[in-house]
Every structure is written in structure tokens, then in C-alpha cells.
């Protein structure tokens, strides 16, 4: 059976380490996007977070200004957070019909009880109706670092069903790690996923450009290691917490050892210092690269 093709970019090797990368947004962070939009390449993939608090409207709202900025929308679906079928087949309907969605991604999310009937991203994708409202692609969650309720073995296994089960019902997987300081990590576990039979594409996460006590404070929230040997690699020391910080040197490693055992792979960007500065950083960083 002929696998499905997540993107034609995916089919040809990158020009730079940041060619066709991915970023994400809230709901709340449309303005900032307008702002952003003519310094983005366009077809630029934009994820359109699940946060607890905003309404579906702003998320269906949000996913149609991304494509009418001439970008590729793609929703986030928290599976604890959706309270009923009719919620999530509602959602799922509205951004297809309304801003074209084509590719969606999919987490558990945080809360250890579901609000609803799905108690895991699997859940959502056993009802089918991803493939019913012709979505091509499904994002799925990588843990480079481990997870959390996971043990490591358990966290493969889940990782080689759901995109078994994405496949069998005619969507392209696409993996998309969490993100992280310590590229080691990262691509110590894409040697392991191709070595397992993984050739999924993925996206590594990249924490974009941000003051450190917000990086560090991100990293706690979702479980991230950043011990001071981990914050050095990525050119940081925890005993200064004052200023700002970008990923340059994460990202200048992933150029430097990215290669052909690792698989098709580009970077997504999580804005954590805000839309328009990400941007402005991934601009910057090409241009000082001659990129």
C-alpha cells in the first residue's frame, strides 16, 4: 500500500535548517500573526492551540485567519478536554468548512481525567471522523526526553500504533516533538525512531527566542529537563536569569549533525517571547547564515 504524502515539500531535502519550518499560536495571538505574516513564507503550517478558556469560535476563528493570511491552518484537539461527540465532530466540521483545514494534530492533553467519552488522542482517531471530513494528515505527539506516564518502551509502542492506525485510515502521521534545550536528546531519538522502522516525518520543537525565567518556566510546566549542563548547550547559564535568550545554538547543532539516518525532518517553532519575535529571529538567523 502506497503511503500517503503529508506535504510535496516533504519529498525534496531542505535549502536550510529552518526551510518549511512549522509555528504555533493561541487563539488570542491572531494580531500578532497579521503582524508576522509578511515576514513568513507562505504555506507556513500554523498550529492552533487547545488551551482550557477560549472558545471554540476563537479557535475556529483563529484557524480561518491563518488561511486567509495565506498560511496552512492546523487545529490542535485535546482529547481530555472535549466533552461530548457532538463538541469535538462540531469543531472538527467548522474548521473544515471554514478555514479548510486539511491536517490536524492531536494530544491527550493535561487533565488526568477526561472531561468527556475520550480518554486519549487513539480515541479520537478510532471514530473516524478525521478521514469522514477529508482530513489528509494527523499530527501526533514525540517525547524525545521521555514521558511523563509513559515508561520508554510503552511510549514507542503507543508511537508505532497510532501512526499504524493514522496510515490504515488514509492520512499521512506526522510526528511533532515537544519542545527541548538539550539537541542530544533529540537526536539520539530520532536515530532510535528510524532504527525501530519509523520514517513518519517529524518536526522538532524548537523553544523560540523568550526572557529566561519564561524558558525556564515553560520547561517546568511541561516536564522539559533544563539542568544547568542541559541549559548550557543551549547557551544559557541558569545562575543569570536576567535577559533573553534564543536557540541559536540548538539550532546551529541540529544544522551541523542533522543527516540521512535521521530521516526527513524539520523544525517547529514554539513562540514562547511572543509571535513576531520568532519570526524575526528564524529571519534573522537565515540571513546571518546566508540562507
Not at 494580531?31 to 492552533?48: I, N, S, Y
Amino acid at each position: 500500500m502506497n503511503k500517503p504524502v503529508i506535504h510535496p515539500a516533504w519529498n525534496s531535502a531542505p535549502a536550510g535548517i529552518t526551510d518549511g519550518y512549522s509555528i504555533e499560536i493561541t487563539a488570542k495571538d491572531v494580531p500578532a500573526l497579521r503582524e508576522a505574516a509578511p515576514l513568513m513564507p507562505k504555506d507556513t503550517p500554523v498550529a492552533v492551540t487547545f488551551l482550557p478558556g477560549e472558545e471554540a469560535d476563537a479557535r475556529i476563528a483563529a484557524a480561518v485567519a491563518v488561511r486567509e493570511l495565506g498560511f496552512e491552518p492546523m487545529p490542535h484537539f485535546s482529547a481530555r478536554r472535549i466533552v461530548s461527540h457532538d463538541e469535538f465532530e462540531g469543531y472538527l466540521a467548522a474548521v473544515v468548512a471554514q478555514a479548510g483545514v486539511q491536517r490536524c494534530f492531536i494530544v491527550a492533553g493535561d487533565p488526568p481525567e477526561p472531561q468527556g467519552p475520550f480518554f486519549d488522542s487513539s480515541a479520537l482517531i478510532a471514530t473516524g471522523a478525521f478521514e469522514r471530513n477529508g482530513i489528509k494528515a494527523i499530527g501526533i505527539g514525540g517525547h524525545p526526553e521521555g514521558h511523563p506516564n509513559m515508561s520508554a518502551q510503552q511510549a514507542w509502542d503507543v508511537l508505532d500504533t497510532k501512526i499504524a492506525d493514522i496510515e490504515a485510515r488514509g492520512m499521512a502521521p506526522l510526528v511533532v516533538t515537544q519542545f527541548g534545550f538539550d539537541p542530544d536528546a533529540f537526536l539520539g531519538w530520532l536515530k532510535q525512531a528510524r532504527a525501530r522502522g519509523i520514517d513518519t516525518p517529524i518536526r522538532i520543537g524548537i523553544p523560540g527566542p523568550a526572557g529566561i525565567k519564561t524558558l525556564l518556566r515553560f520547561a517546568a510546566r511541561c516536564g522539559v529537563g533544563a539542568s544547568a549542563s542541559v541549559m548550557a548547550k543551549y547557551g544559557l547559564s541558569i545562575t543569570n536569569l536576567l535577559g533573553s535568550a534564543g536557540p541559536d545554538k540548538l539550532v546551529d547543532t541540529f544544522a551541523a549533525q542533522l543527516g540521512d539516518e535521521h530521516g526527513k525532518v524539520r523544525l517547529h517553532f514554539y513562540p514562547f517571547g511572543g509571535l513576531k519575535k520568532c519570526v524575526e529571529w528564524i529571519g534573522d538567523y537565515n540571513r546571518r547564515h546566508g540562507l
